[in-house]
């Protein structure tokens, strides 16, 4: 079913297009992330969708509402911020208490609810404490629970772990997917990171340059990209002629695998000579950089590189032509 | 390090002792002479003089009357003009004179300010005739010597210095912040109370203070624009001074306007202080 529907939405600011022509249908329940470098439009469609910008064109309608023209206020929808933008002047309590209140609930019964989303996030204990006193992580736990303490249909989270460090940032992905199953909430997550978004959506939509490129699940948008952007954005690609000559096609690098000169491939497989150019172990996977002719190649392989795989040496680039997927399809 | 000791205690040191020579010596000069006479030494008379007059309390009154309106006013006025150049401008040049337009005055003597308010304000003045032709009033209104007058000379001089502490504050408040209450469902008024205002207080409480404690004290604007026929305090305590000579009586005049004035913005600050917690670490 639907929750929200993006429908041909389009804006410029002073003659750039920053969203051309979008269109994408969410689903209710569904994690599904906004991903593209930065200025790919994607931090403008979510505030767009939140209300702090009307598109030029579209219509943005949850469970079947035209909501284009209403004011963020009156949106069935909440949002992480990336800075957490959480009140200075308000302990964590009444941060979290802020919606219920807006809501029309009595003080009592609002900071019921505000336990309630602080114990969710793990933070129960901090409630009376000053937002300014507290970690990144923590101030992060805060925000989300600002966000949900009103159990929104709808949550956006705008690159809400860009600012926790690496270690931090993986324990919350896991946190936050856990989150989201428990309430059943859609979330609409923006990163740009593609590692993050892989471990936690159901479907990834890519964007660039305003352009909505693909959206699907992770595995599809990794093995059947339906443009080189998106092939190259998530995760490396090699690209290769889909037979002999003519349109190319996206291989990923552990589907290329490095033989020596002369030995027999595998049945039903193509070669092609190559030269290594470079050898890279980086903890459990070695990558092999080759170059065939004009082309730049990469080939992964868990383990050590092969004894002998030193950069100059002539051997063969094999590979499945049933790995061998087509753009554009 | 010894060495670097005594650098810091001469820094230290010499703000100090100007502060004392400049600051304190002679306001405890005025605080001796207030509370001696030249025959019986030491006494509380002049304050006796003061406290237990109801003229004195009637000029007492008045001079708080405009310093609390025109302290009020000037917030008023000031909060939405601070608004309009830090919210509102877009065009840095034109914030840029806007803020060059507010100062400006500041350069000018407040005698010639208060001279160009006699002249707008006067009965046959620019302020009256503009009523007059719009048809709002059909005789001249008497500023000159009303407190009315007095009040708005106080605020034209001191609106300056509202919008620039209000500005400042306004300028440091994320708009993020107000982005986050709309999202968690407040209206855009009530947005601005509940989150911008309360950010902003510490800037109106400091304009609120510098605009207090300058027209309370204030003497030329209140002088010319009275006519002689509003009297606050500074003008008794300077007649006392300039005419009269007595600098005990007119001491203990100026000690009392301190301490009433002190009195009154501890009281505010002490209302407000637990509703800005942690807006002062911002």
């Keep these: 079913m639907t929750l929200l529907a993006i429908d041909d939405i389009t804006k410029s600011f002073a003659g750039h297009k920053a969203l051309d022509h979008v269109t994408l249908d969410i689903r209710q329940g569904e994690f599904i992330s906004l991903l593209g470098p930065s200025g790919c439009g994607k931090t403008t469609l979510l505030r767009t969708v939140a209300g702090f910008m009307t598109a030029d064109k579209g219509r943005i309608l949850i469970d079947g509402e035209d909501v284009s023209r209403l004011p963020p206020e009156r949106r069935p929808l909440n949002t992480v911020f990336q800075n957490y933008a959480l009140f ?35 933070l129960a204990a901090m409630s009376r404490r000053n937002p300014a006193a507290m970690s990144g992580g923590q101030q992060q736990r805060v925000a989300l629970a600002r966000a949900i303490v009103n159990r929104p249909k ?47 959506s159901d479907r990834i ?15 599809a948008i990794y093995r059947r990209p339906r443009t080189r952007f998106v ?52 903890g459990g996977t070695s990558n ?29 680039a094999g590979f499945d032509p049933a790995n061998l997927h087509p753009l554009g399809a | 390090m010894a060495s670097a000791r005594l650098t810091l205690f001469w820094l230290l040191a010499l703000p100090v002792l100007v502060f004392t020579g400049f600051f304190l010596i002679p306001l405890g000069v005025v605080l001796v002479s207030s ?27 008045t001079t708080f009357r405009i310093a609390i309106f025109s302290t009020l006013i000037c917030v008023a006025l000031g909060y939405p003009l601070a ?56 005789r001249p209104m008497r500023f000159l010597g009303t407190e009315t007058g007095i009040l708005i000379g106080m605020v034209y001089i001191l609106l300056p210095f509202t919008v620039l502490t209000i500005g400042t504050a306004l300028a440091r408040v994320d708009r993020g912040l107000e982005q986050a209450a709309r999202d968690l469902g407040a209206t855009p008024a009530r947005a601005f109370w509940s989150v911008t205002f309360p950010l902003t207080l510490h800037g109106v409480m400091a304009g609120a203070i510098i ?22 305090l500074a003008m008794l305590a300077f007649q006392q001074y300039s005419t009269v000579f007595d600098f005990h009586y007119g001491g203990a005049l100026s000690i009392t306007l301190l301490v009433l004035t002190l009195a009154l913005i501890g009281l505010a600050s002490r209302m407000t202080r637990g509703r800005t917690p942690g807006a002062g670490g911002h």
């Design chain 1, 231 to 282: 092939a190259e954005f998530i995760g490396e690609a090699n690209f290769l002629p889909l037979d002999g000559a003519g349109p190319e096609g996206v291989l990923r690098p552990e589907d290329l695998r490095v033989l020596p000169e002369g030995e027999a491939l595998p049945p039903g497989w193509r070669g092609l000579p190559a030269r290594v150019t470079g050898v890279t172990y980086v």
């Design chain 2, 83 to 138: 608004w309009y150049l830090v919210r509102i401008v877009q065009l840095r040049s034109w914030r840029r004179a806007c803020v060059i337009l507010l100062v400006l005055p500041l350069f000018t003597s407040n005698i010639v300010r208060s001279f160009g308010w006699m002249v707008l304000l006067g009965r046959s003045g620019l302020v009256n005739d503009a009523l007059m032709s719009l048809g709002l009033i059909d």
């Design chain 1, 205 to 219: 939509a890519v964007m660039s340059a305003g352009r909505l490129e693909q959206c699907d699940a992770p595995e």
């Design chain 1, 288 to 316: 092999i950089y080759l170059a065939a002719g004009p082309r730049e190649l990469l080939a992964r392989s868990y383990g050590l590189p092969p004894a002998g795989m030193t950069a100059g040496r002539t051997v063969q």
């Design chain 1, 88 to 122: 200075p002047h308000m302990t964590v309590l009444e941060n979290v208490a802020y919606g219920p209140r807006r809501a029309g609930l009595a003080r009592a019964e609002a900071e019921r609810r505000a336990e309630e989303a602080l114990e969710m996030v793990g």
């Design chain 2, 211 to 232: 605009v207090f404690s300058m027209a309370i004290s204030a003497y030329v604007t209140p002088a010319l624009l009275s006519g002689g026929k509003v009297t606050v």
């Design chain 2, 35 to 61: 509370f001696t006479a030249p025959e019986d030494g030491l006494t509380l008379a002049h304050y006796a003089r003061i406290l237990l007059d109801a003229y004195h309390w009637q000029v007492i009154a």
């Design chain 1, 154 to 200: 709808l949550l956006l989270l705008d690159e809400p772990l860009s600012a926790l460090d690496l270690q931090l940032r993986k324990r919350m992905q896991i946190e936050l997917k856990q989150l989201q199953v428990q309430l059943g909430i859609t979330f609409i997550f923006v990163t740009h990171d593609q590692d993050e978004a892989m471990a936690m």
